[in-house]
């Protein structure tokens, strides 16, 4: 496991049985991003890459 994958395995054990809609998930990047603005182009990157998760063409 990575370092990095702690989060990931935090947010699945406390969060993992909740359903979101997209529309709320962005609004929590948005709320990030504006609280550490410093990590904005990892947050955009995450968000375009599941913004074109089914375009054949990325």
Avoid: C, K, N
Wanted: proline content about 3%; cysteine-free.
């Amino acid at each position: 496991m990575y370092f990095t994958d702690r989060g990931i395995e935090e947010l699945i054990s406390r969060r993992g049985d909740e359903e979101v809609t997209l529309g709320w998930l962005a609004e929590q990047l948005q709320a990030f991003t504006d609280v550490h603005p410093e990590h904005e182009s990892a947050v955009e990157r995450l968000a375009t890459w599941l913004a074109r998760l089914d375009d054949p063409e990325d």
